[in-house]
């Protein structure tokens, strides 16, 4: 048996007035219509639906329970309702309906076919609760998070033209460092280095040795070899870096005391530091030659 079935059974039972009281003591709303009749009119309402529609029984009965629609007839959810009637099948749709005082409100209807004995539809139960709160929750969230996905696009969309632009800057700072390595480099090559080659002319064998270490020094400060040593890797010092170029053109710890005039113990606590920020206090490895490995 149907449920719409047993409760119309359940009912046939009770007398009129104990139907009358168990129907209206219901806070959702409950219509019955005939399904006998053309536009299946209402035969019944409770008295909830008076409380929820505003409309009275004598507003009600006799019309098909459409009239609570007012004018917006577009909703998807008719095209549900109708099939469903169609099918002769129940079915669950939230509608926007209307009061009598034309305040729209969401109406869950839930309607179920009754059939008699004969396999006969004879009636709809409808029962009708008032969802409007939940509905308009529903309708603040969604409206929420489409605020939401908006303010996250704009600022992702701002996010990228700060990056955009940060990238944009790097770059130029970038070009302006090389043109000024290519400056200072040009400066080198254009005037130091002739003239510390007029002095070695003139110079002895170790004072040539040094000048030879010190143009080394001059132009690996500038090149790749200087700037590996000044990552926050190493976080080499620029007296550590120059100490580093003179050890990689071969200069001894004497001969690099000598001349950056300063003694031979200072200059070994410096290799020594030196050799652990690069990681290899440990290591066997000499170290020129593992400065040499970091030129290219």
């Known amino acids: 048996m149907k449920p719409a079935d047993s409760l119309l059974g359940?009912?046939?039972?009770?007398?009129?007035?104990?139907?009358?009281?168990?129907?209206?003591?219901?806070?959702?709303?409950?219509?019955?219509?005939?399904?006998?009749k053309p536009d299946f009119p209402l035969i019944y309402v409770s008295r909830a639906f008076q409380t929820i529609t505003g409309f009275s029984p004598a507003d009600s009965l006799g019309k098909n329970?459409?009239?609570?629609?007012?004018?917006?007839?577009?909703?998807?959810?008719?095209?549900?309702?109708?099939?469903?009637?169609?099918?002769?099948r129940p079915c669950t749709v939230v509608l926007a309906n209307y009061r009598k005082d034309g305040?729209?409100?969401?109406?869950?209807?839930?309607?179920?076919?009754?059939?008699?004995?004969?396999?006969r539809l004879t009636h709809y139960i409808g029962?009708?609760?008032?969802?409007?709160?939940?509905?308009e929750a529903e309708?603040?969230?969604?409206?929420?998070?489409?605020?939401?996905?908006?303010?996250?696009?704009?600022?992702?969309?701002?996010?990228?033209?700060?990056?955009?632009?940060?990238?944009?800057?790097?770059?130029?700072?970038?070009?302006?460092?090389?043109?000024?390595?290519?400056?200072?480099?040009?400066?080198?090559?254009?005037?130091?280095?002739?003239?510390?080659?007029?002095i070695g002319r003139s110079a002895g064998r170790e004072s040539q040795k040094a000048l030879n270490a010190l143009e080394t020094n001059l132009r690996d400060l500038t090149s790749p070899f200087g700037e590996r040593l000044s990552r926050p890797l190493h976080r080499l010092s620029p007296r550590e870096i120059e100490i580093c170029n003179l050890i990689?053109?071969?200069?001894?710890?004497?001969?690099?005391?000598?001349?950056?005039?300063?003694?031979?113990?200072?200059?070994?606590?410096?290799?020594?530091?030196?050799?652990?920020?690069?990681?290899?206090?440990r290591n066997p490895v000499n170290l020129a030659s593992y400065l040499q490995t970091l030129k290219s």
């Open 10 to 36: 359940a009912l046939k039972d009770l007398r009129a007035e104990t139907l009358g009281a168990a129907l209206n003591a219901a806070s959702c709303a409950i219509v019955i219509a005939d399904a006998r």
């Open 65 to 88: 329970c459409r009239f609570l629609q007012g004018n917006d007839h577009s909703q998807p959810e008719l095209r549900i309702i109708r099939k469903a009637l169609k099918d002769r």
């Open 103 to 119: 305040t729209r409100f969401w109406n869950e209807l839930r309607l179920a076919p009754v059939f008699d004995g004969g396999d």
């Open 127 to 135: 029962i009708q609760t008032d969802v409007t709160a939940q509905r």
């Open 139 to 198: 309708i603040k969230l969604k409206s929420y998070q489409k605020d939401l996905e908006r303010l996250v696009r704009e600022r992702t969309d701002e996010l990228d033209r700060k990056n955009s632009a940060l990238k944009e800057v790097l770059s130029q700072l970038e070009l302006e460092k090389r043109s000024i390595q290519n400056n200072i480099l040009a400066n080198v090559d254009r005037l130091i280095l002739p003239l510390m080659k007029k």
């Open 248 to 281: 990689k053109s071969g200069l001894g710890t004497k001969e690099i005391a000598q001349l950056l005039k300063s003694s031979t113990a200072t200059i070994e606590n410096q290799r020594n530091s030196i050799r652990k920020k690069l990681r290899i206090s």
